[in-house]
C-alpha cells in the first residue's frame, strides 16, 4: 500500500518559536494532502487541504497564519505552526490521496506529537 | 465542518467475543470508510463501503451501510487483544469539496485476553 511519512515524530518546543512539520507521500505522487490534528481521546480535526501548486484551504475557525502550509511538490507538504502555545500541543496528522485510486482512499502518517512548554 | 457519531465511545469485551461499533452522519455520502489507530499512532485503513453497497466483509470484519438511516456498523468477529485501538468512521459526502473525509467521534475498542 501507499506509504505516507511525517518528520519529526515528537518536538517540544519553547513558547512563542515555530515548529515545521513535513508530510510526505513515498511511492505515490500527492495532488492532495490533509492536514489534521486531534486532541488525546477525541477524533481528527481537519484543518486544511493542502493542494499542490495553489493555496491551501483552511476549515472554518483553522487561522491560516498560525498554521502556514506549504505544498510545493508532489510529493511534500509542510505545516509550520508559528509562534507556538501550549494550547497548539496535540497530535498532528496529515494524510494524502492517491490520485491513482478510484475512491478517496486517503493514506495516513504516523502522526507528530507537538509539545509547547 | 459536520462529524459522525459513533457509539459506543467505549467498548470493553473478552478475547473472543464479537465487537460491534455503530457510526451515523447527517449528509449524503459517495462512500464510508472504517479507519483504526493504535494509541498514539496513524490510521489505517480498514475498509470502504460505496453508497450503493449494503454489507461488505473482509477477512474479520463485517461492515453494513444503511443510507436511508444513515447509519454504518463495523462488527469484529472472534477478537483478539490486538484489536485493542480506536476505530473511527469517516465519510466522503456526495458533494465533496476536495476530497475531504469528516471523522466521526470514535470508539475505543478494549479486549482483554
Known amino acids: 500500500g501507499a506509504v505516507v511519512s511525517q518528520h519529526p515524530s515528537r518536538v517540544i518546543c519553547k513558547s512563542g518559536t515555530s515548529v515545521k512539520i513535513e508530510c510526505r507521500s513515498l511511492?505515490?505522487?500527492?495532488?492532495?494532502m490533509f492536514w489534521y490534528r486531534q486532541f488525546p481521546k477525541q477524533s481528527l480535526m481537519l484543518m486544511a487541504t493542502s493542494n499542490e501548486g495553489s493555496k491551501a484551504t483552511y476549515e472554518q475557525g483553522v487561522e491560516k497564519d498560525k498554521f502556514l502550509i506549504n505544498h510545493a511538490s508532489l510529493t511534500l507538504s509542510t505545516l509550520t505552526v508559528t509562534s507556538a502555545h501550549p494550547e497548539d500541543s496535540s497530535f498532528y496528522i496529515c494524510?494524502?490521496?492517491?490520485?491513482?485510486?478510484?475512491?478517496?482512499?486517503?493514506?495516513f502518517g504516523p502522526g507528530t506529537r507537538l509539545t509547547v512548554l | 465542518s459536520q462529524q459522525g457519531e459513533e457509539d459506543p465511545q467505549a467498548l470493553s469485551i473478552q478475547e473472543g467475543e464479537n465487537a460491534t461499533m455503530n457510526c451515523s452522519y447527517k449528509?449524503?455520502?459517495?462512500?464510508l470508510q472504517w479507519y483504526r489507530q493504535n494509541s498514539g499512532r496513524g490510521l489505517v485503513h480498514l475498509i470502504l463501503i460505496r453508497s450503493n453497497e449494503r454489507e461488505k466483509h473482509s477477512g474479520r470484519l463485517r461492515v453494513t451501510l444503511d443510507t436511508s438511516k444513515k447509519s454504518s456498523s463495523l462488527l469484529i468477529t472472534a477478537s483478539r487483544a490486538a484489536d485493542t485501538a480506536s476505530y473511527f468512521c469517516a465519510t466522503d459526502t456526495l458533494y465533496n469539496q476536495g476530497g475531504k473525509l469528516i471523522f466521526g467521534q470514535g470508539t475505543e475498542l478494549s479486549v482483554k485476553p
Open positions: 449528509t449524503s455520502i459517495n462512500n
Open positions: 494524510s494524502a490521496s492517491d490520485p491513482g485510486k478510484s475512491y478517496n482512499e486517503q493514506f
Open positions: 511511492d505515490f505522487q500527492a495532488t492532495t
